[in-house]
């Protein structure tokens, strides 16, 4: 009872783009760690990046133009669901990480609730939600080498709950 038409129109139109642009090159991509650059780019200019922070549809940034025909006022969280079940179809987390963590995770809590100030990079979000700029989650930040495990030692422990 959930699923309506637009999320079966929805649902068609991202297998299709899946099965042509991404399935065929994934485990090239898994073998290289890294995915083409443009690929955001073209998942975002067929009307579907920015499904993955779900509703609202931010119009606002990315225009109407949602895949399958979806009105923004019809996109709800099993259209954001249709499309990362779709894309998660191609077998690779690292694909699904790579399209989608930074927006995800990084990019809602900014949005819905961030304190003007940190809105105040509010002017990348098109970029973001077009493709034209990755956005990284702090989970995410590059590391030239893993760091040191820590040991505790006498030297480095205190009892300050005393």
């Known amino acids: 009872p959930y699923y309506k038409d637009s999320h079966k129109r929805l649902r068609k139109v991202i297998r299709a783009f899946v099965e042509d ?3 065929p090159y994934t485990h090239e991509w898994d073998e290289a760690m890294e995915m083409p650059k443009d690929l955001p780019r073209k998942c975002a200019e ?3 990046l920015a499904a993955c922070i779900g509703p609202p549809w931010p119009t606002k940034y990315v225009g109407e133009k949602i895949a399958g025909g979806v009105k923004p006022e019809e996109f709800d969280h099993f259209h954001e669901l249709v499309v990362v079940d779709e894309v998660a179809r191609c077998g690779s987390g690292g694909v699904l990480w790579g399209l989608f963590a930074g927006l995800s995770i990084g990019l809602p809590p900014v949005m819905h609730f961030g304190s003007k100030a940190t809105r ?3 002017a990348l979000l098109p970029k973001c939600m077009t493709g034209g700029r990755p956005m990284l989650s702090p989970a995410k930040r590059p590391q030239s080498t893993p760091p040191e495990p820590q040991r505790a030692t006498s030297s480095t422990t205190t009892n300050s709950w005393k």
């Open 21 to 23: 642009n991404i399935m």
């Open 46 to 48: 067929n009307g579907w």
């Open 120 to 122: 105040s990079c509010m």
